[in-house]
């Protein structure tokens, strides 16, 4: 069973920086996708950024040009760094590994990111 982990949420004020990290534990010998969801309380989980096992990525409208995500295939690891955050970049962030050709979706159970005012 493939586990994920997300580290590096918490609070910090608008204009700061954070940079999340999430692991997959298993080493896994497919093609998979990694990246990166967000939700707030009534609203559906929503893309932030991807990173194929190829390297290109996906990055949603909203945080284009302020977050950048990447990989390091050998640690099985996806970061998620966040510059010039909003108030309404405050969510529960969700790692996502995605195992191909299946489309087998794994998450972590996700980590806070507060951004005050």
């Known amino acids: 069973q493939l586990q994920v982990v997300e580290s590096g949420g918490g609070l910090v004020q608008a204009g700061g920086s954070l940079r999340l990290s999430c692991v997959a534990s298993?080493?896994?010998?497919?093609?998979?996708?990694m990246g990166w969801y967000r939700q707030t309380p009534g609203k559906q989980r929503e893309l932030v950024a991807i990173?194929?096992?190829?390297?290109?990525?996906i990055v949603a409208g909203s945080v284009k040009g302020r977050f950048t995500v990447s990989r390091d295939n050998a640690k099985n690891t996806v970061y998620l760094e966040m510059n010039s955050l909003k108030l309404e970049d405050t969510a529960v962030y969700y790692c996502?590994?995605?195992?191909?050709?299946?489309?087998?979706?794994?998450w972590g159970k996700g980590t806070l990111v507060t951004v005050s005012s």
């Open positions: 990173v194929s096992s190829g390297g290109s990525t």
């Open positions: 996502n590994v995605k195992i191909l050709p299946q489309a087998m979706d794994y």
């Open positions: 298993v080493s896994i010998a497919n093609r998979y996708n």
